[in-house]
């Protein structure tokens, strides 16, 4: 294991490297771009991102125990599978521009006001997660759990696919459209046409 260093990255560019050529001693990284970076299967446990962005890159399966995301945006991004419920919840702070994030897990995250927009979000898991005010604008929310979800405010007008129980789950003052209806009531067995 690689002795983490006292002076954080600042302001640097990392571009096309593999996460097995991307040196973590650092431990901390301020204002840095990655861009078409590999990182998937990546071990950034216990690393702190602040305001950085991923832009292209590949974090399917990314291991983030501990780490610490701080305004940090993802676009174009495939993300499979990233188990975000495990990253340190102070200062969380994240969105996302059209992103693979299939079968990525949320749960029991504050996520208020994140913004999800164009990404395919299927099978991702927001059991627990406080989602008041986020945005999901043209995301696909096939398979998507939503359990015991706080989801006051939030905004899905432009989102599809989604299936919403409203019994376990918050939905005060939550937007929809009435394309989106069918979402909120196909666990009821009604059909509407």
Do not use: W
């Amino acid at each position: 294991m690689k002795k983490k260093s006292m002076e954080p990255v600042t302001g640097k560019v990392f571009e096309r490297i593999a996460s097995g050529d991307f040196d973590t001693s650092a431990g901390v990284y301020e204002g840095c771009r990655f861009v078409q970076c590999n990182f998937a299967q990546a071990g950034f446990s216990g690393l702190v991102f602040r305001e950085c962005a991923f832009e292209q890159c590949d974090l399917s399966m990314a291991r983030l125990a501990g780490a610490s995301l701080q305004e940090v945006r993802f676009s174009d991004c495939k993300l499979l599978g990233v188990q975000f419920g495990e990253c340190r919840k102070l200062l969380l702070e994240m969105s996302f521009e059209r992103c693979m994030m299939r079968l990525a897990v949320f749960v029991g995250l504050d996520l208020k006001n994140t913004r999800f927009s164009g990404c395919d979000l299927q099978e991702a898991d927001f059991t627990d997660a406080n989602l008041v005010g986020a945005l999901f604008d043209d995301c696909d929310l096939r398979l998507a759990i939503f359990f015991h979800a706080n989801l006051e405010k939030a905004d899905f007008r432009t989102a599809f696919n989604f299936s919403i129980p409203p019994e376990s789950n918050r939905l005060r003052k939550a937007k929809f459209s009435l394309h989106g209806l069918p979402g909120l009531l196909d666990g009821y067995g009604i059909e509407i046409e």
